[in-house]
């Protein structure tokens, strides 16, 4: 006889300790018989939401959010700007496979699978707000039931499973690890890429609590991805994963403007210098700007020093970075000196807002100090960002592309180069100082002074 062929006549409600051959349990997942949970409706959150519901069929997304849950209830994506989604969700929605609600507890009793993406930030003086975390975790312990998996995948401080959740699970559910699973499981997605992210442009990295976590989530995003699973030892060392990944972005980018900054004393142009020198395959220096931003790459770091707090270099790195707003302004004022004038009586135009082009995000953007502290110096200060239909909290007059030669501006410091300041026709403007903060534009062909970062 078949060994598999009880398997097919039994149903399977979790995946934990499952008594039935792995391609028994695939087929749970897939056919929606194993219920899933995501916690966290958000930039990422919902469309992994979309793709499990898209995969088993059998999903409840969870937002403390009301008008999230409302508008997803409804059809309708309330995150904008990632291919697919609003399709995805319409569809998902519409065919029942993917429902929302407000109530992660009912939530959490029904579900076996329950996936955490909830937001992970840092507070004012760089220590992690996990607030969210800890909000959600409890929920889900008061629904768990034994069989169930947890698997985190919002980014946080390595040792969050093991001291933080695991102890909240257990004590909310009365269950011991090995009663049910606990895995973390890295989001290596990017804003704007979000669904084809997560359907494999980066194997996943899983790493379980115990051996038998770190198969389920290995099965479970094996069916998700169409790129490897890669598990590693444990939930502590996948958490240091991606802590590593951005840490090795924000310090690369710190090398970048630090060399960038010394383009004066070297007297050349650094950018060359740094063009040539990733020739070199095992070379790959980052691109220097006027701020990092985003909610990764400048949180990521802290989580590790919170850890690990005598990490010199991590700290110095996010120390040049956080000082690159200034950096900027400094040479807008320069700048201005040597063109004859004064920050205080300029007129000047934050060109872009977001944190990069093409995203809508503005956490943590350095176009926000860069604006403060031009009108802290007395400047009239516009910023231009076709992302953006608010910019609730910065220190500026917007105006639109096709306002700005009307603007009588006497700078523009170019924070973030979105594809539409293409059609900018620099030469309509009368002379300018224009700090580029990006080596976005070539101005060689008219008469407005130009301080490119790098290159001067
Ligand atoms: N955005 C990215 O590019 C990216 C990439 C990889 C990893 N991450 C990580 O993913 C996580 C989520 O990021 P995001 O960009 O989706 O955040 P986000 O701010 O876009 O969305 C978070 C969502 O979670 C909801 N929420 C807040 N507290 C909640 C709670 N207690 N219970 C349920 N829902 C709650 C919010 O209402 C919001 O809808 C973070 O840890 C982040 O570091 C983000
Ligand atoms: C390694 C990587 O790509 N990780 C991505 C990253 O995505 P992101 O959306 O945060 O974007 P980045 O491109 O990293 O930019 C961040 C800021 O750094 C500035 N910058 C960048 C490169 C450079 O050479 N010089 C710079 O100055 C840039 O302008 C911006 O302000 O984090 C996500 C969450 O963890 C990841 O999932 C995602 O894979």
Redesign the pocket.
């Known amino acids: 006889m078949n060994p598999n062929s009880e398997d097919t006549t039994r149903t399977i409600e979790s995946l934990y300790h499952a008594s039935v051959s792995p391609v028994r349990q695939s087929e749970a997942l897939t056919t929606g018989e194993v219920p899933v949970a995501v916690?966290?409706?958000?930039?990422?959150?919902l469309p992994i939401a979309a793709s499990f519901a898209a995969l088993t069929g059998n999903v409840t997304g969870?937002?403390?959010?009301p008008d999230?849950v409302e508008r997803i209830n409804d059809g309708v994506s309330p995150?904008r700007g990632e291919p697919g989604l609003a399709d995805a969700v319409e569809r998902t929605v519409a065919d029942g496979s993917l429902s929302a609600s407000t109530d992660?507890a009912d939530a959490a009793s029904e579900a076996s699978v329950h996936v955490v993406?909830?937001?992970?930030v840092i507070r004012e003086d760089g220590s992690p707000d996990l607030t969210?975390l800890e909000?959600?975790v409890p929920a889900i312990g008061t629904g768990l039931d034994p069989g169930d998996v947890v698997l985190i995948?919002?980014?946080?401080p390595p040792g969050t499973c093991s001291e933080v959740v695991r102890p909240t699970l257990e004590a909310e559910s009365g269950l011991s690890l090995g009663e049910f699973g606990l895995a973390f499981c890295?989001?290596?997605?990017?804003?704007g890429t979000a669904l084809s992210d997560i359907r494999g442009t980066y194997p996943k990295v899983v790493g379980g609590a115990d051996a038998e976590s770190t198969r389920v989530a290995s099965l479970v995003y094996g069916e998700l991805t169409e790129n490897a699973v890669v598990p590693v030892s444990d939930a502590t060392t996948a958490e240091c994963v991606?802590v590593f990944e951005g840490v090795y972005r924000d310090v690369n980018i710190a090398l970048a403007n630090e060399i960038a900054r010394a383009s004066g004393e070297l007297g050349i142009d650094t950018l060359e210098a740094i063009d040539a020198a990733n020739t070199l395959s095992v070379c790959d220096i980052h691109r220097p700007g006027p701020g990092v931003g985003?909610?990764?790459i400048p949180?990521y770091p802290r989580f590790l020093l919170s850890r690990a707090p005598d990490a010199r270099l991590v700290r110095t790195a996010r120390e040049v970075n956080e000082s690159m707003p200034a950096f900027t302004v400094e040479k807008l004022r320069e700048q201005l000196r040597e063109a004859g004038g004064e920050v205080a009586d300029a007129r000047v135009l934050v060109l872009g807002v977001t944190y990069r082009p093409g995203v809508e995000?503005t956490r943590e953007s350095p176009a926000y100090p860069i604006a403060a502290e031009l009108d802290d110096a007395g400047a009239t200060v516009f910023a231009a960002d076709p992302m953006l239909d608010e910019m609730p909290g910065l220190r500026a007059t917007p105006a639109s592309i096709d306002e700005l030669t009307s603007l009588d501006l006497d700078a523009v410091v170019v924070v973030t180069p979105h594809e539409e300041f293409d059609r900018i026709e620099w030469s309509a403007f009368d002379d300018l100082v224009v700090v580029d903060g990006r080596d976005a534009y070539d101005l060689d062909g008219t008469t407005h002074r130009v301080y490119t970062l790098g290159r001067y």
């Open positions: 916690y966290g409706l958000g930039k990422m959150g969870v937002d403390i959010d999230v995150v992660a993406i909830v937001p992970t969210a909000q959600v995948e919002s980014t946080v890295p989001e290596r997605t990017a804003s991606k985003g909610h990764c949180y995000e």
